[in-house]
């Protein structure tokens, strides 16, 4: 009998003691299981952290174009252009005649405003090429003074009329020629649909649309350029963005 009694004994003893260890290593395992969870979840922060760090250096690969018009200011077409660009929230270089500017300063008042980049385009739209160095300096030096007395902002870049200028030369007073890379036409084809045309499809990242703010057909093309662009995720910025990118 007392055999039994100690066989029985035994036999709790052991079960009470499996019971206990099993519940030892049950709570092992969670906290194995809790430490497991812990160690993914510091591993999904650090990814987002990295998708962040990513969004950051995509923000930097942004397409970029330079919207840009020649032989302005026009008193009419100069301020619809404007008005349009204001409402889009958009920045363009306007490479401006030094004879028009007098007649419109509060228009280049307006363009330093408002953020857009003003440059030089000769005072007489005349072919720089062909004259003397000493003219080509007046008809850059009257526009830069003519632009700085309006907006007291003297420009530093210039595009010369009909892009006629030896590329490998220095332009006077150091500044700094801007050519295009897409030629619109507008002023030969004076039709916003087909100026489009010379548009849409054919631009990438980095290239510089010419245009001209003096026919009414330019400013509806530039302003419908501007929303596709937009639409195709461009960032319009100014021609020194651009190269200084
Ligand atoms: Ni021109």
Redo the contacts with the bound molecule.
């Keep these: 009998m007392k055999e039994k009694i100690r066989v029985v004994v035994l036999v709790v003893a052991l079960c009470l003691a499996g019971s206990v260890w099993m519940k030892h290593d049950y709570s092992k395992r969670i906290f194995q299981y809790e430490s497991e969870i812990k160690k993914e979840s510091q591993m999904l922060t650090q990814a987002s952290a990295q998708i962040d760090g990513e969004a950051t250096v995509a923000s930097k690969d942004i397409k970029k174009i330079a919207i840009t018009f ?2 302005g200011p026009d008193p009419i077409w100069t301020e619809k252009l404007l008005d349009g660009l204001a409402e889009r929230n958009v920045h363009a270089t306007f490479f401006v005649l030094g004879k028009k500017v007098a007649e419109n300063e509060a228009l280049l008042k307006r363009m330093q405003e408002e953020g857009h980049l003003i440059g030089n ?1 000769s005072y007489n ?1 005349v072919q720089l090429n062909r004259l003397r160095e000493a003219v080509v300096k007046k008809e850059l030096d009257d526009t830069n003074e003519q632009v700085y007395e309006a907006t007291g902002y003297r420009p530093e870049y210039v595009r010369p ?2 892009g006629a200028w030896d590329k490998k030369k220095d332009c006077p007073g150091e500044m700094m020629t801007v050519y295009w890379t897409i030629d619109t036409m507008d002023w030969q084809l004076l039709d916003a649909d087909k100026v489009m045309k010379n548009v849409v499809g054919k631009v990438s990242d980095g290239d510089i649309i010419l245009l ?1 703010d003096v026919y009414e057909s330019s400013v509806d093309a530039a302003l419908r350029i501007v929303d596709y662009l937009q639409e195709e995720g461009y960032e319009l910025v100014t021609v020194d963005q651009l190269i200084l990118d």
């Design positions: 020649d032989d385009h739209h009329p009909y001209h």
